[in-house]
């Protein structure tokens, strides 16, 4: 099986400013997924895809192909990842040959492991014909959740007003950003990774779920470094 590791690391975020080259833990932001992706021997190559010379730099010297930059309709606020994913799927196929699938990695999830990473392509290996992504545990289950509106408050699902042990709730989980991976003619015919008959990989471990958007997610992910002593080799298995 050929597997296409792809991390898409554009350039110019606002709310976390050059987070992808930012150091955490003496390295690169990016430099934490790339290292992962290198440890899991079924990927045939770990691809960045950035419209930053500074970001293509860091991605080289942490053992990325960088092969090009981005082009600039794919590099604006509204420019989608699926359209990300099929541009360099496209490409990878047509100077590399064929590939399995193709392994979406956000930068942004720093503490995800290679166990995590190879856990998922062995999942994608038993349902080549589906895709593979990861959840966690939600932090707040959704029936615990309310709408405002203006100075009222109703419950998002019905039922929610009820009184409710957490022990009493089914489990619910969320997306986490880690992983997703499915096959080129899944994306190319349905332009999601996500269907109904997507295949979960849950993640239980809060730290892999991290994934850094705001500076309290920075913080938080310093002070793990801080606390647990995590370096990027400790990604590896």
Known sequence: MKLLGLIPARGGSKRVVNKNIRELGGKPLIAWTIGAARGAPELADVLVSTDSPAIAQAAKSAGALVPWLRPAELSTDTATSMAVCLHALDWYEQEKGPVDGLLLLQPTSPFRTTASIRRAIDRFGAHPQQSVVSFSPAESHPMWCYRVDGEAIAPFMAGGDRPTRSQDLPPAYVINGALYIASPSYLRQRGSFLGADTVPLVIDDARE???????WDWMLAETLIKQHA????????
């Open 230 to 237: 995590l370096a990027p080799q400790d990604l590896l298995p």
């Open 209 to 215: 779920a991290l994934d850094i958007d705001t500076e």
